[in-house]
């Protein structure tokens, strides 16, 4: 978009007045500073268009690894705050968790201490990915866990759910109605799993993609 808005004074004024093209909403504690300017200008120029949201801890760095728990939650918090406000056109949210456990922990209870839980209308997809380096092992999101993200939520219109290495209770969501579900770890619960789908009486898609390792 930024590059777009700079091709000449007829193409910035196409950009700028095209609310489309500001909707995706990107934050990543590794990203530039300037970045979070480039952020709020999105919420400012996407109008009222809903907007679509991912969050990245990405860090794989020694240097990144001792920083992490401070800085990955804060610049979570700092992403958090700043699109509350416009919770009410959120469409679609995406978490990447590739920090350390403590701080995926932090930042789950960040979404669910809020009160009163927020109403979000145009919520339907939720994306949950681990990408732990250092953890070979299934993320557990739930009453084994982490608090769920958007679990207590008013969120009548989500009906997608995909999810990466992380077992989430999935009648948390009874409206869902298609569940991604990728597993590249050996200790994924498929008993609790199939459970939870016999839950979901508007279930219409489901994709189970199991990755073991052996070749």
């Known amino acids: 978009t930024v590059n777009i808005a700079r091709v000449s004074r007829r193409f910035r004024s196409v950009a700028l007045s095209s609310p489309t093209l500001w909707n995706f909403i990107y ?3 590794n990203s530039p500073p300037e970045t ?3 952020l709020t200008l999105c919420l400012e120029r996407s109008s009222q268009v809903p907007l679509e ?12 690894t001792l920083r992490r728990k401070v800085s990955g939650v804060s610049d979570f918090n700092r ?9 009410a056109r959120w469409k679609s949210f995406l978490i990447n968790f590739r920090g350390k456990k403590d701080t995926t922990t932090d930042i789950c209870i960040v979404i669910a201490a809020l009160e009163p ?3 979000a209308p145009l919520f339907e997809r939720l994306i949950l990915k681990s990408s732990f380096q250092d953890l070979w092992q299934t993320l557990v999101i739930g009453e084994s866990g982490f608090p769920i993200p958007f679990s207590n ?3 009548p219109g989500l009906r997608e759910i995909q999810l990466q290495d992380i077992a989430v209770e999935l009648k948390t969501f009874p409206t869902l109605a298609s569940v991604s579900q990728c597993v590249q770890v050996p200790n994924f619960n498929f008993k609790a799993f199939f459970e939870g789908l016999m839950t979901l009486r508007s279930l219409r898609s489901l994709c189970l993609e199991v990755f073991t390792g052996i070749e």
Do not use: G, M
């Open 27 to 29: 934050w990543s504690p």
């Open 117 to 119: 839980p927020p109403e």
């Open 79 to 87: 992403l958090f705050n700043t699109l509350l406000p416009h919770v």
């Open 153 to 155: 939520w008013s969120v």
């Open 36 to 38: 979070f300017h480039h």
């Open 53 to 64: 949201i991912t969050f990245e801890d990405a860090t794989h760095s020694v240097y990144d």
